[in-house]
């Protein structure tokens, strides 16, 4: 596999990350007898030439998981990328040349297509967030952990190819206390202090406030960043003003690209969005013999 060199282009995921993803889609597609379509139709040794390319404007990711999917089928396909990771496409633009063996480019052919429009998708709606924040304040667009099941690292990586960053990947690299502990620990102070007699001393702590008064009591007993729950821009600018730097903001709850912009604009460190990884649309991208 060759890779075009992009200045958009951001380094790929370890291939001991991505390949098992990709092993499991290919053998939910195979099934128990395989590509019986492709294998009654094409007849052994026939090669093709196609093409993967865009039919709509977009951010691509995903490149490294389709390009795999056509190599476990068969090592002797030949993929060339065109448009890495990162990359903006318009309507035609040619992202993956393939060569090889036509039976194994076009068994791997959907599940190549399904990983390649989802994370393009997810890196396109990233890109929109960060685009309509971005004239309005130094916030960074981060993910969540709504994420699709077992489709957490690439879809992570789909957000930084988009212009965003990464959140936690899970449970165990940061705390994050949610309302939920604070109801079970009875308040944001006591759940602080377990947290922090807890926690390694690499490990940082977040917690969830909803209104000023509970953002007090963090800020009292110290906290290394406060998620601040739907709150409106104003309520936003003036958290803000209470930190004054003693932590890091993170504004979260149905934020929209048409709302971002005033989220940004209350000084805020971080926009956190579930949607972008859970619900963003794919990116159309087809596979034509060339």
């Known amino acids: 596999m060759t890779r075009s060199v992009l200045s958009d282009e951001i380094l790929p ?9 990709v092993r499991a889609a290919l053998l939910e597609d195979l099934g128990r007898a395989g590509d019986i379509t492709t294998d009654a139709i094409v007849p052994p040794g026939v090669h093709m030439r196609g093409v993967i390319a865009s039919r709509q404007d977009g951010v691509i990711s995903g490149t490294d998981a389709a390009a795999i999917a056509f190599a476990l089928v068969d090592p002797a396909v030949t993929v060339t990328v065109e448009r890495g990771d990162g990359a903006r496409v318009a309507p035609g633009d040619v992202v993956l040349r ?23 998708g997810v890196a396109t709606a990233t890109h929109g967030l960060v685009e309509a924040a971005r004239p309005h304040g130094k916030a ?3 993910c969540t952990r709504k994420t699709t099941p077992g489709l957490r690292a690439l879809e992570k990586h789909a957000v930084r190819a988009g212009g965003g960053s990464n959140h936690r990947f899970g449970l165990d690299d940061a705390v994050l206390i949610k309302d939920n502990h604070v109801a079970v620990a009875g308040g944001i102070v006591p759940a602080i202090a377990r947290a922090r007699a807890r926690a390694g001393h690499l490990v940082k702590i977040e917690c969830e406030v909803d209104s000023l008064e509970q953002l007090a009591e963090a800020l ?11 709150m ?5 600018t003036r958290a803000v003003a209470m930190i004054d730097g003693r932590a890091l903001s993170e504004a979260s709850g149905r934020i929209t690209r048409e709302t971002v912009g005033a989220v940004a604009a209350s000084g805020v460190d971080l926009i956190s969005c579930g949607w972008i990884t859970h619900s963003a649309a794919i990116i159309d991208l087809g596979l034509d013999a060339a």
């Open 13 to 21: 995921l370890p291939r001991l990350l991505v390949e098992p993803v």
């Open 98 to 120: 393939l060569e090889g063996p036509a039976r194994a480019i076009l068994t791997a052919e959907r599940v190549a297509l399904n990983l390649l429009c989802r994370m393009s």
């Open 140 to 142: 960074s667009i981060v």
């Open 220 to 230: 009292a007993v110290g906290i290394d960043a406060v998620l601040l729950d739907n």
């Open 232 to 236: 409106g821009p104003d309520q936003l």
